[in-house]
T-cell receptor, first 114, second 115 residues
Framework: EPEVTQTPSHQVTQMGQEVILRCVPISNHLYFYWYRQILGQKVEFLVSFYNNEISEKSEIFDDQFSVERPDGSNFTLKIRSTKLEDSAMYFC????????????FGQGTRLTVV | AQSVSQHNHHVILSEAASLELGCNYSYGGTVNLFWYVQYPGQHLQLLLKYFSGDPLVKGIKGFEAEFIKSKFSFNLRKPSVQWSDTAEYFCAVNAPSGGSYIPTFGRGTSLIVHP
C-alpha cells in the first residue's frame, strides 16, 4: 500500500533555530498538506500546496513558515526561527484530487523546541 | 468559520460493547465528512468518508457513520468493539471556502477498549 513518509520522526531544536521537516508524498498525488497537532489539542491545518504554489494557508502559517517542493518528490516545511510554542506533531498529507477525496497522512514528525 | 465538535474526549469500553462517537459541524452548505483514526504510534488513517448519496457510510474494520443533515452530525458507530480499536478518532469536515476546501478537524476522541 502506498504511504506518505516523513523524516525525521523526532526533532529536537533550540529556540531560534531553523528546522526543515521533510515529507515524501505518494508519487502520483498532486495535492500536499501540512497539519500540526499540539499535545492535547486538535489537528490544525497549516497549508495546502498544489501546482507548485500555496493554495490555502491558515492564520498559523505566518512568515516564519514556508513550504517547498524542491525536487518533484520531497515536500518540505521550514520554520525559520523556532519558538517554544512550535513544539507539536507535524503531519504531512497528500491526495490525488484535493482533500475532498480524503488524504493519506504520514507518520508525523514530533518537533520539540527547547 | 466552520467548526467541528467531538463531544466525547475520552471513551472507555469493554470488548464487545457498542460504540458511538459524536461529531457535529457548523457549516450549513455542502460538506464532505471524514473520520480518521490514529492508532498508538502510527499515522492518521482514513476510516470512512461521506460525499453524497446514502447517508449511511460503511468504512474499514466494521465502522460506519451516519450523516444526518438536519442535525449537522456525522456520528461514528461500531456494533462490537475490539481491543485493537484502541486509538484516537478524529472527525474532519471539508467545506468550500472561495475556490477550494478548508479542512477542519475535531479535537479527537480517545478510545480505550479493555479486553
Amino acid at each position: 500500500e502506498p504511504e506518505v513518509t516523513q523524516t525525521p520522526s523526532h526533532q529536537v531544536t533550540q529556540m531560534g533555530q531553523e528546522v526543515i521537516l521533510r515529507c515524501v508524498p505518494i508519487s502520483n498525488h498532486l495535492y500536499f498538506y501540512w497539519y500540526r497537532q499540539i499535545l492535547g489539542q486538535k489537528v490544525e491545518f497549516l497549508v495546502s500546496f498544489y501546482n507548485n504554489e500555496i493554495s490555502e494557508k491558515s492564520e498559523i502559517f505566518d512568515d516564519q513558515f514556508s513550504v517547498e517542493r524542491p525536487d518533484g518528490s520531497n515536500f518540505t516545511l521550514k520554520i525559520r526561527s523556532t519558538k517554544l510554542e512550535d513544539s507539536a506533531m507535524y503531519f504531512c498529507a497528500s491526495s490525488d484530487r484535493g482533500l475532498g477525496d480524503g488524504a493519506f497522512f504520514g507518520q508525523g514528525t514530533r518537533l520539540t523546541v527547547v | 468559520a466552520q467548526s467541528v465538535s467531538q463531544h466525547n474526549h475520552h471513551v472507555i469500553l469493554s470488548e464487545a460493547a457498542s460504540l458511538e462517537l459524536g461529531c457535529n459541524y457548523s457549516y450549513g452548505g455542502t460538506v464532505n465528512l471524514f473520520w480518521y483514526v490514529q492508532y498508538p504510534g502510527q499515522h492518521l488513517q482514513l476510516l470512512l468518508k461521506y460525499f453524497s448519496g446514502d447517508p449511511l457510510v460503511k468504512g474499514i474494520k466494521g465502522f460506519e457513520a451516519e450523516f444526518i443533515k438536519s442535525k449537522f452530525s456525522f456520528n461514528l458507530r461500531k456494533p462490537s468493539v475490539q481491543w485493537s480499536d484502541t486509538a484516537e478518532y478524529f472527525c474532519a469536515v471539508n467545506a468550500p471556502s472561495g475556490g477550494s476546501y478548508i479542512p477542519t478537524f475535531g479535537r479527537g476522541t480517545s478510545l480505550i477498549v479493555h479486553p
